[in-house]
């Protein structure tokens, strides 16, 4: 019942305050999880510190500069591609910058996670990236203001222009056979389809 979780919890709290003194927040943290692992694979907590991810993958938009990052065999930050329209394409980001400072922050041994935690914010906010390019010497600074950047969940069977929405869905145009792959399900995926 609820009242029997309700008194192991604090019994739990209160012998771990009198001996180890893990973190209450830890200790709740694991309740939740270990809780929801009981259920399906579906079923999560999202915590706050979880919650402006969980936002980005479902409502179909961020706010950032429009990159998109991965970690290359390096573990270095890089730049996979600039998104079309975005302040980072507008500021002349490039497939292949490692970037190497976040806000005067070194992003040496950052994790992914960490890093699109700083690169996003608050739209209009500023961030600096620190930028090194193939065939420059010294690094380059590059102020960006975030902005709301859409997130396409179709893609086509081939790119048609530069823009993210532009995609040819025909394989055979003549007999009616397309091609559509959805990358993801938010908000704005039925409408796109």
Wanted: net charge negative; no cysteine; hydrophobic share 40%.
């Amino acid at each position: 019942s609820i009242q029997t979780i309700h008194t192991v919890i604090q019994t739990t709290m209160r012998i771990n305050a009198e001996t180890i003194q893990v973190a209450p927040e830890a200790m709740l943290h694991e309740f939740g999880n270990g809780a929801m692992g009981e259920l399906d694979d579906y079923s999560a907590i999202i915590w706050p510190d979880e919650l402006a991810r969980f936002n980005r993958s479902t409502q179909g938009k961020f706010t950032g500069v429009g990159i998109q990052i991965s970690l290359n065999d390096a573990l270095e930050l890089q730049v996979v591609t600039p998104l079309s329209g975005t302040p980072a394409a507008r500021a002349g980001i490039r497939a292949g910058d490692i970037i190497r400072k976040i806000d005067g922050f070194d992003t040496l041994g950052i994790m992914l996670s960490q890093a699109v935690d700083k690169i996003t914010g608050p739209n209009g906010t500023p961030v600096t990236l620190s930028i090194e390019r193939e065939g420059e010497e010294e690094l380059i600074d590059v102020t960006l203001r975030r902005a709301t950047i859409p997130i396409y969940a179709s893609k086509g069977w081939e790119r048609s222009g530069p823009r993210e929405t532009d995609w040819e869905y025909f394989i055979d145009p003549d007999a009616g056979i397309g091609y559509i792959r959805l990358t993801q399900f938010n908000e704005t995926t039925s409408a796109e389809l």
